[in-house]
Structures are given as structure tokens and as C-alpha cells.
């Protein structure tokens, strides 16, 4: 089904760059929709593998750290994307400077966060007794959050220039990737820490991927630290985390 659609997409790519704002509009909302409905069903299908091959007690184990990362990802987003989709569609030629620095701010901020999310892992252990291999999950799910930075930094680049259509084909790609290493690890019996394994690896399969698209669609990136330019960046983002958190 994705490799049709690839086919039928390229063939009408040509006529979209001369397309009216309605055609335009049209691109944007369909092809994310039907890719996120598919995303959504293989989702729904690998869960159920995941649950009978699992079990309750190890499943439970594996939505604690899931539903827990989940905060973390929040947290070091900080609401960076929309920023930066938002003032790229503005000024263009800030790319590189929105870029560069976010994708520096999500390494700082996931950086910080690991002794907090260690905090809440011994608390747990502590008060739930909490199994090793779920903190070692945890932890795998949470070195994954870096290349998935760097995933969301250049997603922030696309959406800007309307380029939706390229994100939505990368989280396609890296789900079916997910689903077939995912899998492959419950079948061999790695259990939540292959799963965790996983996340890492497709994690950083669509970085390189998206990285590469980037760099054929736009430019190469370059190193650009601002620490003012950082502060200020924070200070906005903070009611789209403060948002994002509570919801």
C-alpha cells in the first residue's frame, strides 16, 4: 500500500509546485490524514501481537515506561517545534539559526532530565518495586528521545515550508520498522528491553532518513549556537510546553 502510494505521489509531486493554495491546502491535510489512519491501523495491529506475546504483567510494564516517557518528551520538546514551525513560515531565511538551536536545546534539555527521570525510576523502585528490566526500558525509551529531537527539529523545517507530505512518509517508514523489529524480538523473546531496543533503532533510522531528505530539499545544516538567541527561544516556547504538559 506505501510503496503504491509512493508511486502515484511522485507522479503528481510536478504539478504541485505550481498549485493554488487550495491545491496546496488539499496536499497538506490529506496525505498526513491517510498516512496517519494507516499509521493508526498497523498501530493497532501490532498491538494486539505485542499484548498476547507479552502478557498482562509484562505489557503493564511496558505502558508504565511508555505513558512515563511521554512527559519527557514534553519536557524536552518545550514546545520547540511549533516555535519553530511558526517563525520559519515567517522568515525563511532563519532556517538554519531556529534549526540549529533547538536541535542544541532538545540535547540540553534531554541531558538534564536523565538524573530526574533516574529520581523518579528509584522512587519507584523504592515505594513499587519496581523490575529491573522496566528501568532498563525506561532508560532505552529515553535515549531515544535524542535522535528523535533532532527528527522533530528538521519536521519543524518541513512544516514551515509545506512540505507535510515528507514527515508523514518518514513516520510511515519508521512505524514499519517498528513493527517489523518489534516482531522479530518478541518472537526471539527479548521481551520490553528488546522493544525498548527497538525505539532506539528506528528512532535513529528516521533522523538519517528525515537528515537526508533535508539536505536534498534544503540546505546542509550548519552549526549555529546563539545562547541569547536559546534564552529568548525558551521564554517563548514556555506556554506551548506549559500547554502541551497539561494536556
Known sequence: ??????????????????????????????????IQLLNRLLDFAFAIFMLRLLGPVNAGKYAFVVVLIGYFIVLTDFGLSTLTTREVARSKDQANRYLSNSALLRLSLT????????????FYSWRSELSADT???????????????LASAL?????????????????????LLKLALGVLVLMLGFGI????????????STAALLYYLFRRNFFKPLLEVDFQFQKQMLMTSYPLMANNFLS
Open 1 to 34: 500500500i506505501a510503496g503504491t502510494a509512493l508511486w502515484g505521489w511522485r507522479r503528481v509531486a510536478r504539478r504541485l509546485e505550481t498549485a493554488t493554495p487550495i491545491q496546496r491546502l488539499a496536499k497538506n491535510v490529506s496525505v498526513p490524514m491517510g
Open 111 to 122: 541531558g538534564l532530565s536523565v538524573p530526574l527521570f533516574a529520581a523518579i525510576l528509584v
Open 135 to 149: 528501568a532498563w526500558t525506561g532508560f532505552l525509551l529515553l535515549a531515544s528521545i535524542v535522535p528523535s529531537g
Open 155 to 175: 519536521s519543524s523545517i518541513f512544516m514551515a515550508n509545506e512540505r507535510m507530505e515528507y514527515t508523514a512518509a518518514v513516520s510511515l517508514v519508521g512505524n
Open 193 to 204: 528491553i528488546g522493544l525498548g531496543i527497538v525505539s532506539v533503532v528506528v528512532s535513529g
